[in-house]
Structure formats: C-alpha cells, structure tokens
C-alpha cells in the first residue's frame, strides 16, 4: 500500500499546507486582542490554520508583557439573537 501523507486532521486533502501570515484573535477576560502578520499553516482545502505552539504561548505573554506596544483599535460587535 502507498504511504499517504494527510497534512490536515479535518480533511482528507492531498494538498501541502500553504505557509501564509493570517490575522489572529484572541479573547482574554473579556478582551479581544488581534495579532496580524501571524505566521501561520493553513489548509488549502479546508481553511483549517495551524500555528506553532511556542509562538501561542509568545502572543499570550505580548498580551501580558507588552500591551503597551499595541495600539488600540474601534470594533463594532453583534450578537445574533438565538432562538432555538
Ligand atoms: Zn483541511
């Protein structure tokens, strides 16, 4: 049997991750915090993202550490109403 190589667990694609730099947010107590320029693995089927576990933890301690270095920005929220 061939070896089959899946670069994506939600996917059965064949295709490689694409290398990109994608916009990040997190929420953190009720904060959002947006990382742009992430560098980051993204699924060319599915979209899914895969970023690199030590650069996480870096962008949770830049939220800790080095608020001061980001600038604010105005966001606009909705939240659809949920009937069910
Ligand atoms: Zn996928």
Redesign the pocket.
Known sequence: MPERNYP?E??D?DLPLEEKRVTLTMRREGRWYIFENVPARV?R????RYYNGPLLLELEKMISDQIDQARPVEAWAFSLPITE
């Open positions: 994506c939600f996917c694609t699924c089927r599915c979209g899914h």
